[in-house]
């Protein structure tokens, strides 16, 4: 359309789309000479090549589908021969990441559809189990509190036992002769319990007791043998200075010569029976031991309660007792203490002299077991405080840890006497210008071996 002036008015939309397309010949690197408005140049310019800073998505059917290309920094390209840029180097595309190995999973299978009935039953089946957990709840707590309360108890009980061990005096054996006894087995213990009016273990004074203690856990007896004191035997072993010695005198001198080391040789060589181990316990802790269990029961014939007099009267004068104390009036059942149980235990000239004297002996100790074996926890513990601290012998910690438990163990075996010589396989003798008893040495072996291992 002309203007006044005779030229064409300017159109505004021609204006525009001429500027765009110089902007698109700059793009494409054509900054020389004219611009070339034809379509050809104009498609040339939409060719996809890459402009500004941008990256482009190209599709590359090859491929099977769209990457991004990286983009290239501004520059004049090289022209093409048509006076083009031509189009730069493209990058090949980066692969894609792969994912890391790992164990396969396989896809869980769809659970089949449970019928109404098969809930219902899993439903009951549970709440059965919850009820079933319910239920032994309680009683697993009870179990529990039960075996806490059991090992707390026997934590305790162990305690008290090193504590009682603790307490008892230890010798080691000097040296000896004759430990090869032929009677001898793993079911029977023996242990010899000597005692003496002696109140020092080192004042090697005359035994008036030696009592075999023989717990036997086949026949599940407990046997307690006395050896006459008067027995005219070989004393075979060493002496206290280590010097070999063989006489013939009365079994109680072993213990003035050689101390228990020797004592247990000499029976282990009369009598052919295994012993290795001691308690040596003076007669006066006998009256600490008894008033710890509240007294024995014992019955006294007149002359018995009369004959105690002398010495009950030496034990009070020794233990600073005033003049007459526990004495008896006359005969009869007396629930005896300390002191009074002593007396009973030494006296020795009423009735069947040493014979029944061994008795007595026996009979007190007896009476003793059978009381703790009947006490509460807490006469027991005076029991073993009073009896344990006045004890010496040779066995170790451990071996009397051992034995402290067999005894637990053996506390309803049947209680035995035996009593060598055996009544009737004795003689009296006269030896040295002293009275003595001659066994029968066979018979008192095949004795011991029939009673104490039911052989």
Do not use: C
């Not at 000896?176 to 079911?187: E, F, I």
């Not at 075979?236 to 020797?262: F, I, M, R």
């Amino acid at each position: 359309m002309a203007g006044k002036d005779g030229r064409r008015n300017s159109d505004p939309y021609a204006a525009q789309y001429e500027e765009q397309l110089r902007q698109f010949s700059r793009l494409a690197g054509d900054d020389g000479g004219e611009t070339d408005l034809t379509m050809h140049s104009i498609d040339e310019a939409f060719d996809g090549r890459s402009y500004g800073t941008y990256s482009q998505e190209r599709h590359h059917p090859q491929d099977g589908g769209y990457h991004r290309e990286e983009p290239y920094p501004r520059s004049r390209s090289p022209k093409s021969p048509q006076g083009h840029a031509a189009a730069p180097p493209q990058r090949q595309p980066r692969p894609a990441p792969q994912p890391a190995p790992g164990p396969v999973r396989r896809p869980r299978r769809p659970e089949p559809a449970r019928s109404s009935k098969a809930n219902e039953r899993q439903k009951r089946q549970r709440k059965m189990e919850t009820n079933e957990r319910k239920k032994k709840g309680p009683l697993r707590r009870f179990f529990r509190t039960v075996l806490i309360l059991v090992l707390v108890v026997f934590l305790a009980a162990n305690g008290l036992l090193i504590r009682y061990i603790m307490m008892v005096d230890i010798r080691e054996d000097r040296w000896r002769t004759y430990t090869s006894g032929a009677l001898d087995s793993k079911k029977v213990s023996n242990i010899l319990i000597i005692g003496s009016d002696t109140r020092d273990p080192e004042d090697y004074g005359r035994t008036d007791s030696m009592i075999l203690l023989s717990v036997n856990s086949k026949t599940r007896e407990i046997t307690m043998t006395s050896f006459m004191r008067d027995m005219y035997l070989e004393i075979a072993g060493q002496d206290h200075d280590g010097y070999s010695v063989s006489y013939y005198d009365k079994l109680n001198s072993a213990y003035v010569t050689g101390g228990p080391e020797l004592l247990m040789d000499t029976l282990e060589y009369d009598f052919d029976i295994s012993i290795d181990d001691y308690v040596y316990i003076d007669f006066f802790s006998f009256i600490e031991i008894v008033d710890a269990v509240g007294g024995i029961e014992l019955t006294v014939t007149d002359a018995e309660a009369e004959g105690m007099i002398p010495p009950m009267a030496e034990q009070n004068h020794i233990l600073g007792y005033e003049h007459g104390k526990d004495y008896l009036s006359s005969g009869g059942t007396y629930n005896m203490n300390g002191n009074q149980a002593l007396a009973y235990a030494r006296l020795r000239y009423v009735g069947n002299a040493d014979f029944q004297r061994t008795e007595r002996q026996r009979e007190v100790i007896s009476k003793v077991i059978a009381k703790v074996r009947h006490s509460d926890p807490i006469v027991i513990d005076r029991f073993a405080r009073a009896g344990l601290s006045h004890l010496t012998t040779n066995m170790s910690r451990g071996e009397m840890f051992i034995a402290a438990y067999k005894a637990l163990f053996s506390m309803d075996y049947k209680m035995k006497s035996l009593r060598i010589p055996a009544e009737d396989h004795y003689d009296y003798g006269w030896h040295d210008g002293q009275s003595t008893l001659d066994i029968d040495l066979d018979y008192a072996r095949a004795l011991l071996k029939a009673e104490i291992y039911g052989e």
